[in-house]
């Protein structure tokens, strides 16, 4: 039976996170989506600083791209969101490792049911701050200003940025659920829910933590949590869609 897997958050590259252990699980996963996926949806900030020039991309990543571009070879459509870490795609991604890159929230029908997908940033959220740096991060020619900086200095500059918002979090750990009455994504999916009551599921990345909730009889709300901490997805078989976690024993095959 062919599933539709998510996932997000791998933050790849942080220098608050260090070594290539995290990304190496990751790959030895996605290897084993070969045999039943029917696409993969990539829900935002698997990269912590992702700055891609027209000649020049960010060092590293390089077991991670290479097994997004033996999927989609195969036939596997891999699809990318961009996050607040990584919003600076250019062509790359699509054009070498044939990912489908999104720059903002879809609904779409898998195996019969609507989804709602995006990673999750700025949705529902009324800090002005907040809202003001996204949009400048976003703009077109801000970003083409940016570009003049060389590598050297910008990429630097992400990571280190990346770095000090990682850092600032309470023993470098994800945040705890606030409840369905405070946690934004959570709110706005109830809104949009009143507007589109079709939507069955609504899907983020973002929040960094491990959230089923049901929003009614026929919707439900999945945060995906991370690949820092829980190691998370949700797969969807066309019949139920599950939240799990990935452990592996010692032949390197997952284990429930």
């Known amino acids: ?8 958050d791998a933050h790849l590259g942080s220098r608050a996170l260090k070594g290539h252990e995290r990304e190496r699980l990751l790959v030895r996963f996605l290897d084993q989506l070969k045999e039943d996926a029917s696409a993969i949806y990539l829900l935002g900030d698997m990269f912590d600083f992702w700055y891609e020039y027209k000649l020049v991309i960010p060092k590293g990543y390089t077991r991670f791209l290479g097994k997004l571009a033996e999927l989609t ?10 996050g607040n870490h990584d ?5 790359y991604l699509e054009k070498e490792c044939g990912l489908i890159i999104h720059r903002e929230p879809i609904i779409t029908t898998l195996l019969g049911q ?10 529902g959220d009324p800090d002005k701050k907040f809202q003001l740096l996204r949009a400048l991060f976003h703009n077109t020619l801000l970003q083409k200003l940016f570009s003049t900086i060389h590598p050297r200095w910008s990429i630097d500059l992400g990571l280190a940025w990346a770095k000090k918002s990682r850092m600032k979090r309470k023993d ?5 659920f606030l409840g369905e009455n405070k946690d934004l994504l959570v709110i706005y999916s109830k809104q949009y829910l009143q507007k589109d009551p079709s939507v069955n599921f609504f899907i983020y990345g973002h929040e960094h933590i491990l959230l089923d909730l049901p929003l009614s009889k026929s919707a439900r709300i999945i945060v995906l949590g991370d690949w820092i901490q829980y190691f998370s997805y949700a797969v969807f078989d066309g019949q139920s869609l599950q939240l799990k976690q990935y452990t592996e024993n010692v032949t390197g095959k997952e284990t429930k």
């Open 73 to 82: 070879d195969n036939g596997i459509p891999v699809h990318f969101f961009i």
């Open 1 to 8: 039976m062919k599933k539709v897997y998510f996932l997000s």
């Open 172 to 176: 470098g750990k994800s945040p705890v």
């Open 114 to 123: 609507k989804f709602y997908l995006a990673h999750g940033d700025g949705l």
């Open 87 to 91: 919003i600076w795609c250019g062509d």
